[in-house]
Nanobody, 126 residues
């Protein structure tokens, strides 16, 4: 089993930056793809970004491309999401996800992730 715990959420102003963290524990060696999703009130969960465990592949939603960056520290079993130039529409609960599946294009497999965190709230005021 794998446990994922997000942290780093909070309230910021439009244009600010924020970094989310996701700590992975348990059978982390089995993981090949990690990612971030978000869900705003009244909306469905949506893909934000992903990264392969070896760091070769990343992918992002068009709405965040160029502003958000996913990265990881394998030694610490940590996943990060650096969010810059934030907008009010980025307001949502953000979830970390992980899967044992691998694809050169990480967004092809992260949607079926077996493991999910509990989420951390991000609120952006305009």
């Amino acid at each position: 089993q794998v446990q994922l715990v997000e942290s780093g959420g909070g309230s910021v102003q439009a244009g600010d930056s924020l970094r989310l963290s996701c700590a992975a524990s348990g059978l982390t060696l089995s993981l090949n793809t990690l990612g971030w999703f978000r869900q705003a009130p009244g909306k469905e969960r949506e893909f934000v970004g992903c990264i392969n465990w070896n760091g070769v592949s990343t992918a992002y939603a068009e709405t965040v491309k160029g502003r958000f960056t996913a990265s990881k520290d394998n030694a610490k079993n940590m996943l990060y999401l650096q969010m810059n130039s934030m907008k009010a529409e980025d307001t949502a609960a953000y979830y970390c996800a992980a899967t044992r599946h691998y694809d050169i294009s990480c967004d092809r497999v992260i949607g079926d992730a077996e493991y999910w965190g509990q989420g951390t709230q991000v609120t952006v005021s305009s």
